[in-house]
């Protein structure tokens, strides 16, 4: 079977596949990675043309998208061990697998969009607390800054091409409101647009801090690996990333300040984040071709449970310090030993319990929230006002909606 | 008897006379048949396509709707940016290209040290593909690591390193002078060839008549090289217009749509909002202007030559 992945830990796939093989003599795994960058792009163009693989690592963002257009096969329609997997799992991880009340995936890693400050720069800045409001992190912000600590104190990945961008933004989003729709109401139009919402106030606060230097310009060029090493340089203390780069930027070793990373709770009103899903699923491909007893055998090695563990997801979380959704890991003593090295695993805990899927995961939201990006860039550039950007991006979603 | 069998044609010559009916004929065939598949037939298809809905993640569903994806296109405000982008793009490499070529080709022209072999390490730039010179400017104008940023910091002109491609005129400038270093090249050595072929005669007969530097320059070498600058020109204007590598590895059309061009726009539609009826009707489009344009320089180059 062909299984395609994005370019995140070859090495770790290859010899998870290998082992796979070895307890399963019968089955070959064609293993092939493309870049994170372009995955769904490259991954549209095999559907299109019918070169897809049998099996496949996919995300929240394009589920809905690929599972209207039929290009992916719901698993607990063939696999009966699915339904067991689910009631272990997180709700936001859950929701994010569902489509049309069928489950489409087996997550390998899930995980939430965290806030993290570097505590020396901060304490050198006079800050003995992390920032708990937006304002906040706009004041330590101008302390670092005026002090000569941080040229640019706050650093987003936001590169138009960064799968990360939206899930950060949109973090920012909930941690200022409270409770659900923060984007959309219970029928899917879009109120993040009004006067006075929270995305409104985020923009305007992301506008400020662009204009007064405490956001980095880069921002708007950067991916995560950049982001992460300018992080591990002490060039800023604030950021928003997705939080497996707590094991990357505490790693000994690799800076000055290993160590000194430390999550807070999204600053904000509500403290909520994204919390979001990336998983295996597989396509009618599979099906065709009378594979479905082999992915099924897949999905239990890798995203499920081997000898009553998840084996595979637990590796994932003890040597790369990946999240995950399944719960009963949270109490596995080896992965609280892990996350402990290099994060505060009571936090951790607490900022998954804040998590929300993403609003509006319909079949338009990836298109939308491509067009989304850019109008996020102009208001931040002042090309336009932050009024105009949200309104254009409501304008967007509803034609998309009517598009279906 | 003899002369009986003598008078019918030999099967030698029957065939020979076959061949020599069907050589055209099949000369011809095999060269159009390799165009009409890897040509006409996706130009066409690109045509009929243009004319139906063709959402991907709609693979079932493409109804006809006329002229309705060009109507989409040309009303969308980023076709509009797109192509003031790519207007302004288009005139700024042109003119940068030329005057960089020309002065390159006046230097290489005269008898300098080395001027032979700098005219072949010259083609470097150009013989490296878009994407890895695209690479190397990215690395070259990065804003926490890049050489150029490192440079200019060195000798004390910039107190911090300069996001290049997070502001939306630096990042046009910065695609600009990627390209005028990708293509300049190319450009000096066809006016290196054409200053060759300019008599030396000329020269004198102009210097007799009390001509110098400058006034050489205007009213010989630039009549002279009309031609070579025309289809410099054309080449150059297509090139433009349709680039696209540079700008998927340096500005991905960002920040904001600052560095979207048309090519882009199409790029856009087809693999990130997935509307290969909008994204063709766009690359229709494309082919007009850039038909259009090739018309009108080539209208201007029989011009030139009639004038001759």
Redesign the interface.
């Known amino acids: 079977m062909d299984f395609v992945t994005w370019d995140y830990g070859a090495d770790k796939i290859a010899d998870n596949i290998k082992n796979f093989q070895a307890a399963n003599s019968d089955i070959t795994i064609n293993h092939k990675g493309y870049g994170w960058l372009d995955y769904p ?1 490259t991954l ?2 095999l ?2 043309s019918g070169g897809e693989p049998e099996l496949l690592y996919s995300s929240d963002h394009w589920l809905q ?2 599972a ?3 290009w992916l096969e719901p698993l607990d329609e063939h696999c009966p061990n699915i339904a067991t997997y689910n009631q272990e799992l997180a709700p936001y991880a859950q929701q994010g697998m569902t489509y049309d009340g069928k489950t489409y995936g087996l997550s390998y890693y899930a995980d939430t969009m965290d806030f993290a400050y570097n505590e020396a720069l901060l304490k050198q800045a006079g800050f003995d607390k992390a920032p708990e409001t937006w304002e906040d992190v706009y004041t330590m912000s101008k302390a670092l800054k005026e002090q000569g600590i941080n ?1 640019y104190p706050i650093i987003m990945a936001w ?3 960064e799968g990360a961008f939206p899930e950060a933004f949109i973090s920012m989003v909930y941690s200022q409101h409270e409770g659900n729709n923060a984007l959309f109401d219970a029928d899917l139009n879009p109120v993040f647009n009004q006067p006075g919402s929270a995305a409104s106030e985020v923009l305007d606060w992301l506008k400020k801090a662009y204009d007064e230097g405490l956001l ?6 950067t991916a995560e690996i ?1 982001q992460v ?2 992080m591990k340089a002490g ?1 800023h203390t604030f950021t928003i990333f997705p939080q497996y780069n707590m094991a990357e930027v505490n790693k000994e070793g690799t800076g000055d300040y290993a160590g000194q990373f430390k999550i807070a709770l999204m600053p904000g009103k509500s403290h909520n984040t994204v919390g979001y899903v990336r998983f295996y699923a597989m396509t009618p491909k599979a099906v065709a071709e009378g594979k479905v007893e082999a992915v099924c055998k897949f999905m239990d090695y890798f995203g499920g449970k081997t000898n009553g563990n998840y084996e595979v997801v637990k590796r994932w979380a003890v040597e790369n310090g990946l999240g995950f959704a399944q719960l009963p890991l949270f109490d596995d003593p080896d992965v609280v030993e892990a996350f402990g090295k290099w994060g505060d695993v009571p936090t951790i805990k607490q900022q998954a319990e804040l998590a929300r899927a993403k609003e509006g995961l319909t ?1 338009w939201f990836g ?1 939308w929230d ?2 989304a990006r ?2 996020i ?2 208001a931040i ?1 002042g ?1 336009q006002t932050t009024q105009q950007a949200l309104d254009n991006m409501a304008a967007k979603w509803e034609e998309l909606k009517a ?1 279906g | 008897m003899a002369v009986g069998s003598s008078a019918a044609p030999s099967p030698v010559r029957g065939k020979r006379r076959l061949w020599d009916r069907l050589y055209p004929t099949l000369s011809i065939a095999i060269p159009f048949l390799v165009i009409a598949v890897f040509t006409l037939y996706p130009v066409l298809y690109a045509v009929r396509t243009s004319f139906y809905q063709y959402i991907l993640t709609k693979p079932k569903v493409h109804p006809f709707v006329g002229l309705r994806n060009y109507q989409e296109v040309i009303s969308n405000y980023y076709f509009t940016n797109s192509l003031t982008n790519t207007a302004i793009y288009t005139v700024a490499v042109v003119i940068s290209v030329l005057i960089f070529g020309m002065v390159v080709a006046l230097l290489l022209n005269t008898k300098v040290l080395f001027s032979h072999p700098l005219r072949i390490v010259i083609l470097l730039p150009w013989a490296i593909p878009a994407v890895v010179a695209g690479l190397m400017w990215k690395w070259m104008l990065n804003s926490d690591f890049g050489l150029f940023n490192g440079f200019l910091y060195s000798l004390g002109l910039i107190r911090d390193y300069i996001p290049f491609f997070a502001n939306p005129t630096l990042a046009k400038l910065s695609l600009i002078v990627a390209y005028v270093w990708k293509e300049g090249p190319l450009v000096a050595i066809f006016f290196v060839a054409g200053l060759q072929l300019i008599p030396n005669e000329l020269y004198e007969a102009a210097r007799i008549d009390g001509g110098g530097g400058w006034r050489l320059f205007r009213y010989v070498t630039l009549p002279l090289l009309r031609p070579i600058i025309l289809i410099v020109m054309v080449y150059e204007t297509m090139t433009a217009i349709l680039v696209f590598d540079l700008i998927y590895v340096l500005t991905g059309g960002g920040p904001g749509d600052a560095t979207a061009m048309i090519s882009w726009f199409a790029y856009a539609e087809i693999f990130k909002f997935l509307n290969l009826g909008h994204g063709l009707a766009l690359a229709i489009i494309i082919a007009l202007i850039t038909l259009a344009l090739i018309i009108l320089y080539l209208r201007l180059l029989h011009t030139e030559d009639t004038v001759s």
Request: aromatic share 8%; proline share 6%.
């Open positions: 792009e549209v163009g559907f299109a998208q690929w209207a257009a039929g040229e590169s138009q091409k980095d310009p880069a921002s708007l060029t950049d090493n300018s060039q079949p298109t491509v067009y850019a109008e860039h102009k550039l090309e598009q």
